[in-house]
Every structure is written in C-alpha cells, then in structure tokens.
C-alpha cells in the first residue's frame, strides 16, 4: 500500500498518481481475506525527509494480525526504530541504502537480519538485458546494475529483497519474468516480486520459478 500523507494512492510506473482511499480500510479487507503480510510505503518520504506512517501503523497494528513491513524515508537507525516501536515487524529500505550501503550493515547489527529489508525498484535499460536500480520512488537514477545490487547487499547482511518492476508497475499487464529469472538466480535470501500481477495465473507461473518467495500485489487488488 502506498502512502502519501494518510491517504492511499496508486499511480502507474510510480507516476501519474491518484487518491483511493483510506489504507487502514483496505488494509483491513485484505488482512480478512488472507493475505500474508502488508507493505506500506510512505512515497514522498524520501522527498520531504520525513516518515509519516507512525499513525497509520499504530492503528492498523491494533486491529490486523499480520506481520507488517514499513518503508520510505528511513535513513537512520532511529529512523527505524521509531516505526519498529510504532507497530512494524520489518523496516524495508531503498534509497538510503543505495546512498549509503552501511546502513544495511547499521540495521542488521542493530534488529537483525530477518528485520532487514531491502527495496529494489527497478527500471530496464533500454535496448540493453540489464536493469538500473532506481531511487526516491522510483524517480531519480541510481547508476547501480540490480544484479550487481542484489549481490552487494546480500553480503551487508539484508534479509529480505522486494524487488519491483518500474516499467510493470500498476499497469496489470503480467509480471517481467525476465527480471524476476535473473534476479532469482542470484538471490540468497527470501525474493519478493512485484509489478504487474493482474490474475492468479501471473501468480502460479511466477511460483514455478526457483527461490521466489512471495509476490506483491498492489492494483490489482485495489481495483
């Protein structure tokens, strides 16, 4: 679920982005009909500097069950600990780390691997097999290979990798298979992808790849 201020919001290729509604409802309704987990992100965070979501955590923490991880706009220990004590179980983290790779090493140290998440936006280099790691939600270039990515911050100690696709992001036209097979022949921890699931058979195909351990679903469930 992205955030923006206390509303949700969803937008295609991280723009164009419009108001749906309030979270904590949504949140709610996916929480009863048997989701995993949720992922909030704050999408202007790294922006303004700022995490929002201590509220929206701590009133989604008090009526849902489910492990919930939180992202944007953390570039601190502290920063991660306030939404720790706010109701998250996982601090998920993309472009302070991409900034600044010691702070993986920071977080694991200080909450442990399993905490740990590293987000990975990702946008295809055009007429070019490789994939640029993006940042400020997907806004700004990172000059950083994913692959090369993926590698790095295996070795910080991260726990988790939610890798999306920028260019199937919100448009429900199928996963990019072709990133998620290279990405999961690399990866060593749980692989979390998303970006374009529309039906469940973009699910059971994705599944048959190795070592993918989830995906997240953002449109097509909002719609």
């Known amino acids: ?20 509604g309030e979270p904590s409802d949504f949140a ?7 989701i995993d987990e949720l992922l909030y992100v704050d999408s202007v965070a790294s922006l303004y500097g700022r995490n929002s979501l201590a509220e929206l955590l701590k009133e989604t923490s008090k009526k849902i069950f489910v492990p919930i991880t939180a992202s944007g706009g953390i570039r601190s220990v502290d920063d991660a600990a306030k939404l720790l004590a ?3 179980d996982k601090i998920a983290v993309n472009t302070e780390a991409l900034r600044n790779p010691s702070l993986i090493t920071q977080l694991v140290d200080t909450f442990g691997s399993q905490c740990v998440v590293i987000s990975i936006q990702a946008r295809k280099l055009i007429n070019s097999n490789r994939w640029e790691a993006m940042c400020e939600m ?9 692959f090369d990515w993926i590698t790095e911050i295996q070795k910080l ?16 036209k199928g996963p990019d298979s072709e ?3 290279m990405a999961s022949a690399i990866s060593t921890v749980p692989l979390v992808v998303g970006g374009g699931f529309s039906k469940s058979s973009d699910i059971e195909n994705i599944f048959k790849i190795k070592n993918i351990s989830a995906v997240s679903i953002g449109t097509a469930l909002h719609k």
Not at 28 to 34: D, F, I, P, T, V
Request: proline fraction near 0%; hydrophobic fraction near 35%.
């Open 138 to 146: 997907g806004r700004e270039k990172s000059g950083k290979d994913v």
């Open 1 to 20: 679920l992205d955030i923006k201020g206390s509303k949700l919001i969803k937008g295609k290729q991280f723009e164009g982005v419009r108001v749906l």
């Open 157 to 172: 100690g991260a726990g988790e990798i939610v890798l999306t696709s920028v260019d199937k992001d919100g448009i429900c």
């Open 179 to 181: 990133l998620i097979k």
């Open 28 to 34: 709610y309704k996916y929480a009863l009909n048997g």
């Open 86 to 88: 706010y109701g998250a």
